[in-house]
């Protein structure tokens, strides 16, 4: 078939692909959500905070996790005010002994777990042999085995109670690998085929009560860039980033109405159709954008681990302010400062 014959074609599934990505979040009732037990890690910021205060507005009994544990307080209280029960468990995800413990303290204050939500996450920003292997592993430890620790817990729950609700937060990255991003892309798409693999897994065993959900955000303005790792000798950039109620929205919608895998929004699923027909041309277009993001025209950063290896106090609330900073430089860039005399 000629591609003058084909391209149109090829037009309509990507629109309709395009508005089944955008239509599928819809509102969520409070009723679903009040009184299920709900346990969320990397709920100190992000994406993770942005969903237990939802969580909490509806009367969900949210057990939150995070090694930031002046803050997981700080969002219990928030989670009380609403009318919802929260529960604080310091977790470092990378540790399948402090995960066994979270899964624990779930069960033994609310007698069940109904959903599970691995949403935390970390990156390294920088070409490759730039970043300290250190770091990469941090973010292997982080992503993929915090994630499988996470999933072993819940799934054994699930399997004990004959259901449940897996939710674990991919990325765009999950399908589209960005250059620069290496290490955390390869950890995206881990997370994405581990999705798959187990839900083969509970087809086999027709325990239908029990689902797993990839949800796969494109960039969003969140404390992530503040607390990646940096070695790119620029300030984090990347270019429309979507808010993250948005994504927020999509990862309680999904708790409830799950698939297995959800691109959130039209960028994302733009992203992963044009990958899936063009691979190679989608991932040279995508390492251009960031080669221009961050490092032809991002003011000068020094080189940071970030948050991989230690909490910090910066990056506290569910958005990032990266946005913003990028308006500042960006303006700041067009309207140099005359020279100091």
């Known amino acids: 078939m000629r591609i003058g014959r084909l391209f149109p074609r090829l037009l309509l599934a990507w629109l309709a692909l395009l508005m089944a990505g955008c239509a599928v979040v819809g509102p969520v009732r409070p009723d679903d959500v009040a009184g ?41 209280t928030q989670v009380a005010a609403a009318g919802g029960q929260a529960l604080v468990v ?39 042999e730039d970043i300290p292997v250190a770091d990469h592993a ?13 999933s072993h817990v819940a799934m054994r729950q699930f399997r004990a109670q ?27 798409a ?34 992530f860039f503040t607390h990646a790792a940096n070695y790119s000798g620029g300030t984090p950039r990347m270019v429309l980033f979507d808010d993250p109620q948005k994504v927020v929205d999509a990862i309680v919608w999904v708790s409830l109405h799950p698939r297995e895998e959800l ?14 027909l063009a691979p190679d041309l989608t991932e ?10 961050q490092f032809d025209t991002a003011p000068p950063a020094p080189p940071t681990a970030g948050s991989l290896h230690a909490p910090m106090r910066e990056g506290r609330a569910i ?11 960006d303006a700041a860039r067009r309207d140099p400062a005359p020279p100091q005399r």
């Open 36 to 76: 299920k037990t709900f346990v969320v890690t990397g709920a100190s910021s992000g994406f993770g905070r942005g969903v237990a205060q939802q969580l909490g507005a509806m009367r969900a009994n949210v057990v939150l996790a995070a090694r930031r544990t002046d803050l997981l307080q700080e969002v219990g």
């Open 284 to 293: 040279r277009i995508s390492a251009d954008i960031v080669q221009r993001q």
């Open 138 to 150: 941090r973010v292997i430890d982080v992503n993929v085995k915090g994630v499988i620790h996470g």
């Open 90 to 128: 310091t977790t470092d995800v990378a540790r399948p002994e402090e995960m066994a413990r979270l899964a624990q303290a779930a069960v033994a204050r609310f007698g069940r777990i109904d959903v599970w939500i691995n949403n935390a996450a970390v990156g390294a920003i920088g070409r490759f």
């Open 162 to 188: 004959g259901q449940g609700s897996l939710v674990n937060i991919g990325s765009v990255e999950s399908e589209v690998p960005l250059a620069y991003h290496a290490s955390y892309s390869a950890s995206k």
């Open 190 to 223: 881990a997370v994405l085929s581990l999705g798959r693999a187990l839900n083969e897994e509970i087809r086999l065993s027709g325990q239908t009560g029990i689902s797993v959900s990839t949800v796969m955000p494109w960039a969003t303005d969140t404390p």
């Open 263 to 276: 691109p959130v929004g039209w960028k994302a699923s733009l992203a992963t159709f044009s990958h899936w």
């Open 319 to 329: 958005e990032g302010g990266v946005r913003e900073r990028m308006q500042r430089e």
